[in-house]
């Protein structure tokens, strides 16, 4: 094959690669990287000052140089695009073939087709998860499996594709352009895009994206231009794309508005993660001590305080501006051994689904089809015959810095078995990621890498604060090494336990979960370790 002028493929060219990797695909990448790399190393560059003043007790506020734009009652998004005016149910999961057949067919209206956290970056995922979703698009991803026939429903049944890129701070090291390594947030949008962007276009839908651990309006600006550039290289009108924004930072929830005003004329709206916005709160504040302290991942709930306060807000604040606000994702899997866990799994479910509706949302996610129907007729009593809640404007609500702050507002207790869950799941995922698995189910939940980024932090910050569990004892390096040691002999012992993946995801937790340095993104090392 013939590469463009200064592009490098690293990757094994594995069967069909090349119907992706095209030298017209390739030249499209190295166009958007020489055009826009430059800005994405002084935004993640200016990241690292930020984190600087936050070690130095730097307070976190909306900013007083955009209040212009926060002020202005003027201006709105773009109405919703085809196939997203309706998002009461949005599916979530990676683009392996077999999920992109169940996905589609779900009965949900959008499904996430996730590039990032629910998939690991191993270079046969990045293509064949491209591979998978023009063959979709194309109606020839039909096969058969175990068993099993995986065939796509009428096209007016399947849900509305969402792809999530990679987001700003990881690298792709299987393409370099003039030697660079590539954003792995534009091979994934600039494959998806240059591929795809026109199919969508033929069966009346668009080019629609995710956009994931935004920390600024400043990073949403650059996504925006980089939408603009990519509409007049392959000469489709400005506005086609949409993109939601995954409010999934601490530092994103005080630019919400900003955020929305930049993408404006590209934006579907915004999301409430969970587990990545708890994960930036602890390290955003990581040197604050017990003034930032998170009690045990389960234990916060949506319910809590600054939990409570960042969903008001961001519902608020879409309506607004005539935006979607999509809710968070409820990540039980159902068990076929178990109706007791079932149905204390599905009321807990359905109790955040209807709180979600009840409180202005205009849809929800889900990780497994079977949730689909419960999440649909709470959002379906809530909607009634409309197609979302955009008119609920929720102009009663009112949210302050501090409320968004008021973590040490949550009373709950850290305990043993809490520390054992962080310990055990981050192993468990992190041996599976390895392995190239990024979406896992583990103990009746579906877990990603925010569970892991989640999990290890907590350890992180409970070490580093002599954090006392309820039953008395400190969590310290010595007995986080214990549970590793205890929790280790039984993985160990489960059937189809690879010893060396495990091995290896150990000695990256130990690292991001012990050392006095923390590491921003555990991915990052462990992205380095791959193939």
């Known amino acids: 094959m013939s590469l463009p002028r200064g592009v490098e493929v690293k990757g094994e060219m594995g069967e069909r690669f090349a119907e992706i990797l095209s030298p017209e695909a390739l030249d499209f990448l190295a166009v958007l990287h020489r055009e826009f790399a430059g800005r994405r190393a002084e935004l993640l560059a200016a990241r690292a000052r930020r984190q600087a003043d936050f070690d130095a007790g730097a307070g976190l506020d909306f900013l007083a140089e955009t209040a212009a734009v ?29 999920m992109t057949v169940n996905a589609l067919n779900s009965g949900a209206k959008v499904w996430l087709a996730d590039l990032e956290d629910a998939n690991t970056p191993l270079w046969e995922n990045v293509v064949a998860g491209q591979l998978n979703l023009r063959d979709a698009l194309d109606r020839t991803i039909d096969f058969d499996a175990g068993g099993k026939q995986y065939r796509l429903k009428p096209a007016g049944e399947l849900a509305t594709i969402v792809v999530r890129p990679r987001g700003w701070h990881l690298d792709e090291k299987h393409l370099l352009v003039d030697g660079e390594r590539m954003s792995g947030s534009l091979v994934d949008f600039g494959l998806y895009f240059f591929h795809c962007a026109r199919r969508q276009l033929e069966r009346g839908h668009g080019p629609y994206f995710y956009l994931a651990k935004l920390e600024s309006h400043l990073e949403a600006r650059l996504w925006n231009d980089v939408f603009v550039r990519a509409q007049q290289l392959v000469d489709i009108p400005r506005g086609t794309i949409r993109a939601t924004v995954l409010i999934e930072t601490v530092t994103a929830a005080f630019e919400m508005e900003e955020i929305l005003y930049e993408l404006r004329d590209h934006s579907a709206g915004l999301n409430a993660g969970r587990w990545d916005y708890l994960f930036s709160i602890i390290k955003k504040f990581r040197a604050r001590g017990a003034e930032f302290l998170l009690p045990e991942r389960n234990a916060v709930t949506m319910t809590a305080p600054f939990m409570r306060a960042y969903t008001e807000l961001l519902v608020r604040t879409c309506h607004k501006r005539g935006a979607h606000a999509i809710g968070g994702m409820a990540a039980f899997i159902p068990s076929r051994r178990d109706p007791q866990v079932n149905a204390t799994a599905l009321d807990k479910v359905r109790a955040d689904k209807s709180r979600e509706s009840g409180d202005g949302f205009d849809g929800s996610w889900v990780a497994h089809p079977d949730l689909v129907p419960i999440c649909r007729e709470e ?3 809530a909607l009634g015959e409309n197609a979302n809640q955009l008119n609920r404007l929720r102009e009663e609500v009112s949210v302050t810095a501090a409320d968004l702050l008021a973590v040490d507002a949550d009373p709950n207790q850290i305990t ?24 896992v189910a583990i103990f009746n939940l579906m877990e990603d890498a925010a569970t892991a980024e989640i999990s290890r932090s907590q350890v992180w910050q409970w070490v580093h604060n002599g954090v006392t569990l309820a039953d008395g004892a400190t969590v310290d390096a010595e007995l986080v090494e214990g549970i590793i040691a205890e929790e280790l002999k039984t993985i160990a012992a489960e059937p189809g336990v690879d010893a060396d993946r495990l091995e290896q995801a150990t000695r990256l937790f130990r690292a991001v979960a012990l050392d006095d340095d923390y590491a921003e993104f555990l991915t990052l090392p462990a992205y380095e370790e791959m193939p």
């Open 70 to 98: 926060r002020d202005d009652p003027g201006w709105r998004v773009a109405e919703p695009a085809p196939g997203l005016v309706d998002r009461r149910v949005e599916i979530t999961g990676p683009t392996d073939r077999k």
């Open 379 to 381: 959002f379906d009593k």
């Open 416 to 439: 043993r078995e809490g520390l054992r869950n962080d310990i055990t799941v981050a192993l468990r995922y992190l041996t599976a990621w390895l392995g190239g698995t990024g979406a």
